[in-house]
């Protein structure tokens, strides 16, 4: 059964830069994409940024593209989000999950396929 662990989050002001960490075990990346999320309480869960299981296709949401980065480290068995640039409205609890679904036209954005939810990390950006 994969296990996914979020960390890295944390207070930051505009501008600033984190990078979240997604370490899995129970499985290695490459035998499934891997997608970063983030809520808000009382709102939706977000796409924010998946990675294929090759280790190479990546999609982003556009409200994060340019600014994040979602990359893997084989030899750690880690998915990273590097992210640039923060702006208050990034301030949200981010999880990583294995998508599990079929790769169809726009196969990221259900969230509804994707599982083993890690707990998630709190990113807040202050201005």
């Known amino acids: 059964q994969v296990q996914l662990v979020e960390s890295g989050g944390g207070l930051v002001q505009v501008g600033a830069t984190l990078r979240l960490s997604c370490a899995a075990s129970?499985?290695?990346?490459?035998?499934?994409?891997v997608g970063w999320f983030r809520q808000v309480p009382g709102k939706e869960r977000e796409f924010v940024a998946a990675l294929h299981r090759n280790g190479i296709a990546t999609v982003y949401a556009d409200s994060v593209k340019g600014r994040f980065t979602i990359s893997r480290d084989n030899a750690k068995n880690t998915v990273f989000l590097q992210m640039n640039s923060l702006k208050p409205e990034d301030t949200a609890l981010y999880s990583c999950a294995r998508y599990y679904g079929t790769y169809g036209s726009a196969w990221w954005e259900n969230s509804d396929e994707y599982d083993s939810w890690g707990q998630g990390t709190q990113v807040t950006v202050s201005s």
């Open positions: 129970g499985s290695t990346f490459s035998n499934f994409a």
